[in-house]
């Protein structure tokens, strides 16, 4: 049997990714950020968790929008479907003939 990884603690996982614990506790609570273990009430993390999370991560272009940090295609659909108001009036025929040009919709 082979050994077992050593766990990092919250302290340790926020280090490496030169982030608050509170952003590592945010992430939990919302289901989001890398996979960890809870032992009783203690939380860890495996390094290669970590590195493996930092790998989904990586990005070669920037998929945020200026939207107040909302992501670009949660504010697109959000314009599609008329719930955002501001610039909506505008933005969303350029954007509904695009989505009709470019993906087919109707």
């Known amino acids: ?3 077992l ?3 990092l603690t919250e302290a340790d996982a926020a280090k490496i990714f030169n982030l608050p614990t509170a952003t590592l506790r ?3 609570s919302r289901g989001d950020g890398p996979p960890f273990v809870k032992i009783g009430a203690v939380v860890r993390y495996r390094q ?3 590195r493996d999370f930092l790998e989904a991560q990586t990005r070669n272009t920037p998929s945020y ?3 107040r940090g909302k992501r670009a295609t949660d504010w ?3 314009i599609a479907s008329g719930g955002l108001k501001a ?3 505008i933005a969303k025929p350029l954007l509904m003939s695009w ?3 470019h993906l087919g919709l109707p």
């Open 1 to 3: 049997m082979s050994a």
């Open 5 to 7: 990884e050593p766990l």
């Open 26 to 28: 945010n992430w939990r």
């Open 48 to 50: 290669s968790d970590l």
């Open 65 to 67: 929008s200026r939207t």
């Open 76 to 78: 697109i659909k959000g």
């Open 87 to 89: 610039g909506a009036e």
């Open 99 to 101: 989505l009709r040009q």
